[in-house]
């Protein structure tokens, strides 16, 4: 063996060797062996204790191929690789041991290779069902957690009558041997032991020769594999909480943990009657903040963390889980009246339900047809949403409530099962249209025009208006007003005498159509005309004097009138704009000589600049 | 106590295995063999405790109203029920050994193991469970056997055959035999030191004869 060398010792540690002899520098802990066995380390782990029930040559099995072998006592124990090595046989298939030809064992082969080049093979037997933690071909340190010690297949004696093994298991104990695989019979696993020996201080100072011997108590200088201990996992703020609490859980070691140098955490979650899922998979992390999404549910939530060292592989050393109650709103529902379908509704009345901790909340979700989901109602403790369906749109509408704890600030609790529900209506009939007073109307005349509809139950009604020449426009939208007000025009110069074309649209509040039906009229305007201009006195008269001007003209309405002067060689200058008052008293110049004198006329309310004009010429001497 | 190093009750044993195997045996191996007349034994009825019925042996009777069976065991003998193993088929054991190995590994002892039966005939069902050492199979109940010979047993047909557990060099003696539709029941016997054999073989014969299925 070169064990000296493999551990690193520097050749001045080693205090001398001698043929067949272990030479131990108990000072620095270091260990040579010079004799020519095969060398290990006891195969459970480092400061555990174990007796030897059976050691090399015992009376009871340990003969022939088994002579070389020891049996440490003791159940459920961690089995741990004597030796790195290559497994190379597994059976965890058996369920039971005991004192019958019957039962068959479970084992675990390790092969390894000597420093000399040997091979040889390490047997772990009696090991209890299923609890093998590596895999064949899979290379393992020394040390490595191989499986868990029991008492399968032969062992006697039995457990207590009316008992079994496991749990009671008085024989159980770990079969260790190191094996020429050169030398199997019957079973490919089973072959000619060798005589070994362990270099663990403890048996080293009972044996010098590392052999240990029956009803000897060793402890084990294993390798310190890394063993994570139980940990206590909490939860803050302790449980119980509302849901959507915002939690964290938290790993402590009440009892220490040296033994784990670098714990990693690998967080589980199970929500009230799911199945666990890897919540926050391994890290050094101890602490695990609950995702809001995960923590909407109310109910019994379980949260388990497994524990492991860094340096390990295996599923976890420990493990602890807790049960945390969230409480919250359940079980939310939706009552909705009338019911769907209804034709030509006005009014849905839509009510929530739930059950909470505290008082509960509710927020109405509407998604109209072709549209998106929209809070209609926001959070109040009002459980009733009424849905003005009047405005439609007809179709089919998805109604949902959420429910929460007042207070909560999450976006919900529980939700409601969504609720289609359908809304139809009866589409307006042809409309009729006239207006008043009726065509011909007075430029100036105040008209209305009304329109009427029947069948929908709630019509709107927009107006259009077409100019001689103009195009269509609409002058007063949607509505539920069924009337038009001329005076209200947003179009300038739409008032001029001419004939007009009037269109009214019909459709009901719920739809969204363009129209149902639609009415057209042609309406006349017709301004003032004939306009007559008088004086009194007559042309030609005194410059100076106060001349009366009359205007006069044929209209349907109240004329209004405009006078302008010209004087000689000036311009036009208008002396009195639009009155209702059809004279004018002109106060004429000083000076002498012919001017111009006219007359606009046209309706009260009229838009245009003039509808009729006339004028004269006027001496003055 | 019947201590298989006891020397001073040998002689009367012999006597008693001499008759067994030569003239009340109920072990007969070979075709065409005629079959024996059952032997009268009182037994109890309804209960799957051991009792101590004698028989015409004078030995107690174990009587098995789960499995439907009934079998004799060596005087100052302990019988004792074990537990089956759900995994591989093994439902329910049972063995008898000197009780001065109560506490410790017995040099020999006869046991009784009852199996789910998934085979037609005996035969097959051996085969069926043989398989290498090398198989993880829960259900391979022994190596490829050896000796496998037809037997009559308990008035109906058996197979005795040899097997040699995984761990051992030690050969089993076994019989089987079906047990109704649902069951097989194997009557076997070993010895770890060579000076028990005879005194284990002739108990494990009378067992034999006097085995009811």
Redesign the interface.
Known sequence: MKLAARRGVAAGAVLGILAGQLVVNFARAELVYANSLPHYYLPFAYGERHTVSQGNGGS??HT???QYAWDFAGDAFGVRAAREGTVT???Q????G????????NYVVVSSIEDDGTEHDELY?HIA?NSVTVSLNQSVTRGSILAVSDSS??V???PP?GQ?CPPTCPAAHLHFMVMNPSGCA?????CQSVASSFLDSNVLAQDTNGVPLVNQSVTSSNVVMPHCNVPTLSGQPAAPQNAHTSVTFSVTFPGGNSSCPNPNYHFWIQPPGGAWQSAQPYSATAIYTWPQDWRASPGPWHVEVDVRDASETWSYDTTSWIAYQLNGCSAASMTVNPPSPQLNANQVTVTGASTCPGTPTYQFWRQAPGSGWQIVQDYSTANVYTWAALFGPVGTHTLQVYARDQGATDSYEVASTPVSYQLSVTPCGTPSLYGSPASPGGTGNAILFTASTSGCPNPMYRFWVQAPGGSWVIEQDYTFSNTFDWGTWNSPGTQAAATYKIEVDVVDAAERTSYDAVANINYVLIGCTSASLGTSPTSPATKGSTILLTGSASCLGTPQYRFWIKSPGGAWVMVRDYDTNANYGWVSPSTAGTYGVEVDVRDQGGSASYETTTWINFVLT | MRGWGGRSGWSVILVVVVASVTGCGRVTEGAGTTSPTPQQSAMPSGTSSPSASPTSTQWPVYSDATYHFSVSYPTGFTF?????????G?VQ?F?TFDPI??????PG?I?I?IYARDATTTAEWITKHSA???S???K??W?PVSNETSVTIAGTSGVSFDW??????TP?HSTAVLLGTGYVL?L?W?SKDPAYESTLKADYSQMASDLQV
């Open positions: 009871f099995s022939g191929i088994a046989a597994i059976q298939s058996y369920g039971v005991g004192c019958l030809a019957s039962y068959h064992p037997l069902h297949g032969y006697c004696p039995d009558q079994t019957p079973a490919p696993w089973w | 004792q029920t074990e537990h089956g193993d759900p995994a591989s093994l054991a063995r190995y109560l506490n410790t590994y017995p002892q046991e193991a290498p050492a090398s993880t199979d829960p391979r109940y190596s040699v557990p995984d761990t051992w060099t089993v194997v076997q070993w």
